[in-house]
């Protein structure tokens, strides 16, 4: 299932969401609202949190390329993200990016690293739903999307689980969304690339995020779109 986080400051009261889980997110300008402070930092056991900069580049780059088939399609089957050969060059403009946005509140990437050691561990993602479309109808029940991906280095299914949940507490208690999706982890890809053009699929997304739905019951929507 997707992880349901409410702010009650800033969203719709939990007593409404449940009778309409599909109510309208509080759209927010600039993706986050200009009074809230973006955490730069985050702690959690023996792992740490830190923007992503070019300062890492070599050890977000060593761990991207030992890791290239398993973190293939992190953001979908139709994002060939990261490429068999990424170069230093590619990876750094690629770095340069997630800067600009995140200086400009637009996205927020963070490198995951030892706490203690430094050493580098991986790659979290917040992101905005972008879509080509006039109307995207997840947009109507997420306000954002996050991606994890572990290193080789220290991958183990029980590792990323633990670090997902994590990230999911963070995401609840410090940031300002009120719903969140992980595609290709809590939804399957296919099952979200739905929900961009089919209204009932997405609405079926956010009452399983609810828990009011089945992810069989949700499924058995999305058919028609595979």
């Given at each position: 299932m997707t992880f349901d986080f409410i702010n009650p400051a800033r969203r719709t009261a939990p007593s409404d969401r449940a009778v309409n889980p599909?109510?309208?997110p509080f759209h927010i300008v600039g993706f986050v609202p200009d009074d809230f402070d973006v955490p730069l930092t985050h702690v959690c056991d023996g792992e740490r949190l830190e923007p992503l900069s070019a300062a890492l580049a070599s050890e977000d780059h060593a761990a991207i390329s030992?890791?290239?088939?398993?973190?293939?399609h992190l953001f979908g089957s139709h994002n060939d993200w990261p490429p068999a050969t990424l170069s230093d060059a590619e990876n750094r403009a690629d770095i340069a990016r997630h800067e600009r946005a995140f200086a400009a509140r637009q996205g927020f990437t963070f490198s995951l690293l030892g706490r203690t050691t430094g050493d580098y561990r991986g790659c979290f993602y917040i992101k905005r739903i972008k879509s080509r479309l006039d109307v995207?109808?997840?947009?109507?029940?997420?306000?954002?999307?996050?991606?994890?991906w572990l290193s080789e280095s220290c991958y183990s299914v029980a590792r990323d689980a633990e670090a997902a949940r994590n990230l999911q507490d963070w995401l609840a208690s410090a940031w300002p969304f009120r719903r969140v999706a992980w595609p290709g982890r809590d939804i399957a890809s296919l099952d979200w690339q739905c929900a961009e053009t089919d209204a009932e699929a997405a609405e079926g997304l956010a009452r399983q995020a609810a828990g009011i739905a089945s992810p069989s019951v949700h499924a058995e929507r999305s058919q028609k779109c595979r």
């Open positions: 599909t109510v309208t030992a890791s290239v088939k398993r973190i293939r995207d109808h997840r947009k109507r029940v997420f306000d954002a999307q996050a991606f994890l």
